[in-house]
T-cell receptor, first 115, second 111 residues
């Protein structure tokens, strides 16, 4: 079974703090993704990575950065947290065949509240 | 803007009935289509995917794809209260690995 883990289930931070969210997968997947999910807006892609040290912007990268130093680990960084970054953050990984079907598997999510 | 549209619901069905969830997508070149189930406060879990026109069955679930109409649906037979969740449609709109998600349909199965 694919296992994707995230460092925290719940996190409360103050405005202006630097926030690190970590994601680890144990299936040797090439691709990793960070989404945020807000009511009525669905899942929106923040960043993704298809290889170590590689990153690509998603649909809403502003205010975020990422790091992938090892294949199994993908970190999302909020450089200076703001209240509009309060959300559920979901990490996903996929095998990365480069073919038409590449299933993404999700971690449990981190509910971040910025006060 | 590449879009995936779902009726937000809630869709209410009685226990034992067939629940029909629908999804339309904007990009005619889309390659593959996924259905995820998400319980409240939990992360999405994959139900099934489909990439060829027609039907694909897995237990009580059937995915239907019509690329000409840019339409994909999920049928749940013999609906159970435990099927009550939000169902997310996701579409691979480019050759590669990115998915575009719909906002989800809330399903309520009444016992």
């Amino acid at each position: 079974d694919v296992k994707v883990t995230q460092s925290s289930r719940y996190l409360v931070k103050r405005t202006g703090e630097k926030v690190f969210l970590e994601c680890v997968q144990d299936m040797d997947h090439e691709n990793m993704f960070w989404y945020r999910q807000d009511p009525g807006l669905g899942l929106r892609l923040i960043y993704f990575s298809y290889d170590v040290k590689m990153k690509e912007k998603g649909d809403i990268p502003e205010g975020y950065s990422v790091s992938r130093e090892k294949k199994e680990r993908f970190s999302l960084i909020l450089e200076s947290a703001s209240t509009n970054q309060t959300s559920m953050y979901l990490c996903a990984s996929s095998l990365g065949w480069g073919g038409a079907v590449d299933t993404q598997y999700f971690g449990p999510g981190t509910r971040l509240t910025v006060l | 803007q590449k879009e995936v549209e779902q009726n937000s619901g809630p869709l209410s069905v009685p226990e034992g009935a067939i629940a029909s969830l629908n999804c339309t997508y904007s990009d005619r070149g889309s390659q593959s289509f996924f259905w995820y189930r998400q319980y409240s406060g939990k992360s999405p879990e994959l139900i099934m995917f489909i990439y060829s026109n027609g039907d694909k069955e897995d237990g009580r679930f059937t995915a239907q794809l019509n690329k000409a109409s840019q339409y994909v649906s999920l049928l749940i037979r013999d609906s159970q209260p435990s099927d009550s969740a939000t169902y997310l449609c996701a579409v691979n709109m480019e050759y590669g690995n990115k998915l575009v998600f719909g906002a989800g349909t809330i399903l309520r199965v009444k016992s």
